[in-house]
């Protein structure tokens, strides 16, 4: 491999005499316990038995060094080293909780997030979106937060409704605003506010908006679908009175969007009409909508799609997603799920609480059953009370031996094959030959 120039080597200094390389946040360095007080969270398949002790002290000053060069990083004059260090951030606040680095830190991370959004370019606009949200997650509603929100607010609403913005920098910014509101906002006018920008948007994917504006449906799409999205997270918290002037308002236009060329239009339009129905039926148990024959038959028909020119894979998406939005709007019927994170369940038995849990899934990605577990905040919104501090003696007599864990991992293999063979063998899957 040839040598470094001169200009990028590694002698090289950035801001705050950090190296300008940056060592990404490893799988390594996410494997250290952070906070003292976390360390009983460990999940019991991780604890070892004859493991050398930890120095936990030591491991925490070696992270919190290492996300102290990251944050100086991140107004490096090179614009792929900020987006180095932003990521880096993003993945130990998505792994860890670090709520007092975080505390101490905040105003100084709030002023790295906005200088990026401001001045850097898409990718760079869409890491720092990211860390925002991954900054409310971790210091949850509070007056902290609520300062944040309020330096940060009107820079994403800026963003988004900026026409000349890059579509994924808006896109990143729409789901960062609608996640950052709803942690921390208890203005109910801050959160109107947010709701009409983000309506603003998505409303252009109506046909009628759509050929008035002429905006391409193809272009501007995972901006509505963000949008959407966002902005039904933001209406799950919202008054009931509120709830129902939203509704009369879109329930009758959201339709339109099934006929979109896009999956994933297909679907979030899909899911935010189940989730409308779940709301209208709460506030009203005799709520009526007069085009149901007419929407039930939209929802069948992509519930059992067989049209040939869609991939499988979209095919068989579709079909799962429209079954449970039809039996919801039909039987009033949510097909609960249950979520295992280390010894605790928790049940996802209706769409507000499935649409709540997949936006955070989306942002914390494989740290969600970690912040589940420990996250105060999350823990609240899901309503699984405080934290269950478990410590290493009942965590070695919930461990199972390796041999006995690799017996049941081959038995479920064996037993799924098998299911899917009889699957295979019988043609289950009938809507692929029609």
């Known amino acids: 491999m040839p040598k470094p120039k001169k200009r990028g080597s590694n002698h090289q200094r950035g ?15 996410a494997s250290i316990e952070t906070m003292s007080h976390c360390s009983g969270f460990s999940d019991p398949a991780s604890f070892t038995e004859d493991g050398p002790e ?14 102290k060069g990251f944050i100086d990083l991140t107004l490096d004059k090179s614009a792929k080293t900020r987006q180095a260090a932003l990521e880096s951030l993003k993945s130990a606040f998505s792994s860890k909780i670090l709520y007092e680095f975080v505390m101490e830190r905040r105003m100084t991370l709030t002023d790295s997030i906005e200088r990026c959004i401001k001045k850097g370019k898409s990718d760079e606009q869409c890491a720092a979106a990211g860390l925002a949200c ?31 913005a890059s579509i994924q920098a808006r896109q990143a910014c729409a789901t960062c605003l ?26 252009k994917a109506y046909p009628r908006d759509r050929d008035t504006n002429g905006v391409s449906s193809t272009h501007n799409t995972v901006l509505h679908i963000s949008a959407l999205l966002a902005w039904t997270l933001l ?28 999956l994933n ?9 189940a989730l409308l129905f779940e709301l209208a039926r709460e506030t009203d148990a005799d709520f009526f909508y007069e085009d149901m024959e007419l929407l039930t038959e939209k929802l069948r028909a992509l519930a059992t799609d067989g049209n040939k020119h869609r991939a499988k894979v979209d095919k068989r998406k579709q079909r799962s997603v429209f ?65 269950v501090m478990l410590d290493a003696a009942t965590l070695k007599t919930m461990k199972i031996s390796r041999f006995e864990r690799h017996l049941y991992n081959s038995a479920a293999f064996k037993a799924r094959t098998k299911a899917r063979s009889k699957c295979r063998d019988k043609r289950a899957d009938v809507g692929e030959f029609f």
């Open 265 to 273: 239009m297909r679907i979030a339009a899909g899911e935010t009409l």
């Open 134 to 164: 991954l900054l409310c997650v971790q210091m949850g509603s509070g007056i902290e937060s609520e300062e944040i929100f309020k330096t940060l607010g009107p820079v994403l609403k800026k963003i988004v409704c900026d026409g000349t």
């Open 178 to 203: 609608g996640i950052c509101c709803f942690i921390v906002t208890d203005d109910i006018t801050e959160l109107y506010s947010t709701m009409e920008c983000l309506e603003t948007i998505f409303t």
């Open 15 to 29: 801001a705050g005499g950090q190296p300008r390389n940056v060592q990404p946040f490893s799988d390594e360095d």
């Open 54 to 67: 930890v120095d936990e002290e030591a491991t925490q000053e070696d992270l919190e060094y290492k996300l």
């Open 323 to 387: 079954r449970d939005v039809l039996r919801a709007v039909e039987e009033r019927d949510f097909p609960a799920e249950m979520v295992k994170f280390g010894p605790e369940r928790m049940y996802i038995d209706c769409w507000v609480k499935k649409q709540t849990y997949d936006t955070f899934k989306e942002i914390l990605g494989s740290g969600m059953q970690y912040h589940l577990q420990s996250n105060d905040f999350l823990r609240n919104v899901f309503e699984l009370g405080p934290p």
């Open 235 to 262: 209406l799950t918290i919202c008054p009931m009175n509120e709830v129902k002037k939203k509704i009369e308002m879109h329930l009758h236009k959201l339709p339109s969007l099934l006929s979109c060329d896009d």
